[in-house]
């Protein structure tokens, strides 16, 4: 269950196919930030950066 109003859960990219598991998991959240982690192993850990990182992150993918 969430555990913030803007905490929506784990997700994966639209472009992952619905069946697989090779994929890379993300969660947003309102306190701690953004969340990732191997949807193949989900009780691995998982890495969180904070709100800014993550957003220089994707704006970096969204220049290639």
Not at 5 to 20: C, E, H, I, L, V
């Amino acid at each position: 269950m969430p555990d913030s109003p803007r905490d929506m859960g784990w997700f994966k990219s639209t472009y992952s196919a619905p069946a697989s598991d090779a994929c890379v998991e993300c969660r947003i959240t309102a306190d701690r930030g953004v969340g990732v982690r191997d949807s193949k192993n989900p009780g691995a850990g998982t890495l969180w950066v904070g709100s800014a990182a993550w957003s220089g992150f994707v704006a970096g993918l969204e220049a290639r």
